[in-house]
């Protein structure tokens, strides 16, 4: 049978962790306790015996047609319905909120319920934790109970619900009957081994307060304009991705490959700080103040801007060392399958900007100004002036030749120039020290423009003295760096659509070649095009103020998104299917946008939101 279709998968989380769910009912990835705690199922990247948990019709077909699903309502627990031909089927999956079950361990519940007629449900259970790699022992506990506990080393999963029969596979199943009205929960809980047992979930009071939690919480979003549905979708998403400590993944999953068979398979379950701070950017675009807080917290807590890291576990410790899962065959045979990334070890000049970036729209919003953020900024600034003229690997991690790139130069310029204007607002700031940072911004500018330029193209290029374009060039649009009436930014625009369009509205990140030799990043092959940079396409349109055709790019773009709203890193125009690591924060983060920078655009009259604070820099 092939691989399911990465964007084929529902998208569950708690803040704590996260699943995916095929349209079959079978759980293809599931890491327990956290985002990045190794997979108990991993059958997404390998076959079914790396894991997986099936609840649904027992003579179910791989593609019925009478089969349906949706997210209820504006949260993250999705309704699965069949329709068997002797009666109607309905599975709820979801993970409980983090205050729906209080201090309890994380947990997957999954509700079944026959709506009509009479079904036979099914339920086939198989963990296999450390990404397959092991096979638990499995026992009912206590006689006569229908508790079964799997347990492999220092993790336990506890399934309650109907008794599973275990074979000597290690599988667990039932068949049972449902008539009309009758539900059946299932639940699986994950404790540290040697804890006291969980209490058992019997009953939807979780999956009542999960939706409850997801619909006060979307309620706050502030955005009425066009393309809402959209946009609060992704903000679910988003919302989905932050970890409750403050962080936030860049997405739920490692290794799903962009291209299939390439080796551009990467883990992102962990934090990048230039992806975190522009999904918090967004996320403050709409109204929520809580999360970019609670981020602004993690940084102030986790962060040395002398010894900043691309990338940090969620808890701000080390990332573990790349390592090759060599017992996974890899989503459609694409190998490796890697956890953990030397990514970590990198030099990304961008990401003081970012950071400072963030920084300065929260005090931009109002938000009460923090000691501890002030002098993070401050420090932001300084070792971005003290390290512009040093090459880097760029925002795209090149695993290359370091260079001077021109975005991350862009980006330095950002650190200095938030700096000053936040900083000069208070009282206490050395003036002396701001005018050194604004006179090295000038200095950064000015290098980028003599440099970085290509005079004959009209356009800025990757990296100084080259002739690439890179898709982060449209970031100088965003921040402020040139006018948005300036002839170069105009022609960077209109160079980047013309040179890196990838078909179907769509756009690659920088030209790549067969021969790792020939391709700046360091690596062989081409990649899929990368589903953000359409988005920052189309903010860049409406912000030169081409707004027609950004709305149009974006409603294309709309387009592709699952049938749930979800997107994944990458997008094969030619296949008309999504590569790369799913759902993915940059994506949702450039539909929100492209939605309100296109707002904004064509109705000035209203709070322009993200796009309007870029408009003020």
């Known amino acids: 049978m092939p691989d399911p279709l990465i964007e084929s998968h529902a998208f569950l989380s708690n803040t704590r962790t996260a699943a995916l769910t095929q349209p079959d009912g079978t759980m293809t990835w599931l890491c327990l306790p956290r985002f990045d705690s190794p997979a108990v199922f991993a059958s997404l990247l390998g076959t079914p015996s790396a894991g997986y948990w099936r609840v649904g019709p027992a003579t179910y077909t791989s593609t019925p ?16 319905v069949w329709d068997t031909g002797s009666g109607v089927l309905e599975v709820t999956d979801f993970l409980p909120a983090p205050d729906a079950t209080g201090d309890a361990p994380p947990m997957v519940v999954r509700v079944a319920t026959c709506r009509s007629g009479m079904v036979r449900l099914a339920s086939e259970f198989r963990p296999r934790p450390g990404y397959g790699s092991l096979t638990p022992g499995m026992q009912h506990v206590g006689y006569g109970t229908s508790r079964l506990r799997a347990q492999a080393g220092s993790d336990t999963y506890w399934l309650d619900g109907p008794r599973h029969s275990v074979n000597l596979g290690g599988t667990a199943s039932t068949d049972m009957p449902l008539k009309a009205g009758q539900s059946i929960v299932m639940a699986l809980t994950w404790t540290r081994t040697g804890s006291p047992a969980p209490a ?4 939807t009071t979780a999956l009542e307060a999960t939706t409850r939690w997801w619909t006060q919480w979307a309620s706050a979003s502030t955005h009425e304009g066009p393309h809402r549905d959209a946009v609060l979708r992704s903000a679910l998403t988003l919302k989905g991705l932050c970890h409750l400590g403050g962080a936030a993944v860049a997405a739920p999953t490692t290794s799903l490959p962009a291209p299939i068979g390439g080796v551009r398979n990467w883990d992102y379950r962990y934090t990048w700080p230039r992806d975190t701070s522009w999904m918090m950017q967004s996320l403050l675009s709409l109204g929520y103040v809580e999360e970019p807080t609670a981020y602004r917290n993690w940084l102030t807590t986790h962060v040395d801007p002398d010894a900043l890291q691309p990338l940090y576990g969620l808890d701000g410790g080390p990332v573990p060392p790349e390592e090759p899962q060599h017992h996974l065959r890899g989503y459609r045979s694409s190998t490796p399958v890697r956890t953990g990334n030397a990514a970590a070890g990198q030099h990304q000049l961008d990401v003081y900007g970012e950071l400072a ?8 919003a109002g938000i009460p100004p923090c000691p501890a953020a002030d002098k993070l900024l401050l420090a932001l600034a300084l070792k971005a002036q003290a ?3 040093q090459p880097d690997d760029g925002m795209w991690e090149s695993r290359g030749t370091p260079r001077r790139y021109v975005s991350s130069l862009v980006w330095a310029w950002v650190a200095l120039d938030r700096a000053v204007r936040v900083l000069g607002r208070r009282d206490a700031a050395d003036q002396n020290t701001l005018r050194s940072l604004a006179a090295t911004a000038e200095t950064i500018h000015a290098e980028v423009c003599a440099r970085g330029y290509d005079a004959e193209r009209n356009t800025f290029t990757q990296y100084l003295d080259g002739r690439d374009l890179d898709a982060s060039l449209l970031h100088i649009v965003r921040v402020g760096f040139l006018p948005p009436d300036d002839k170069r930014l105009i022609g960077t625009v209109e160079a980047i659509e013309r040179e890196l369009g990838a078909g179907g509205g769509m756009l690659r990140r920088y030209p790549t070649g067969a021969d790792a030799a020939d391709n700046v990043d360091g690596l062989s092959g081409h990649e899929g095009a990368f589903l953000a940079t359409p988005f920052w396409m189309a903010e860049a349109l409406a912000l030169i103020g081409r707004h027609g055709e950004a709305g149009e790019l974006l409603d294309r773009l709309l387009a592709v998104r699952s049938d749930l709203g979800l997107l994944a890193e990458q997008y094969d125009p030619a296949e008309g299917t999504h590569l790369g690591n799913y759902p993915q924060g940059l994506s949702h983060d450039g539909l929100i946008r492209a939605a309100l920078a296109i707002s904004a655009a064509r109705n000035p009259t209203v709070d322009g939101q993200l796009a309007l604070a870029v408009a003020e820099v």
Do not use: F, K, N
């Open 65 to 80: 047609s009478e089969s349906r699903r949706r997210y209820i309502g504006d949260t993250l627990a999705v309704e699965q």
């Open 200 to 203: 058992p979930m019997t009953d």
């Open 357 to 364: 970036d963030l920084l300065a729209q929260m005090d931009d």
């Open 387 to 389: 390290l512009w003229e």
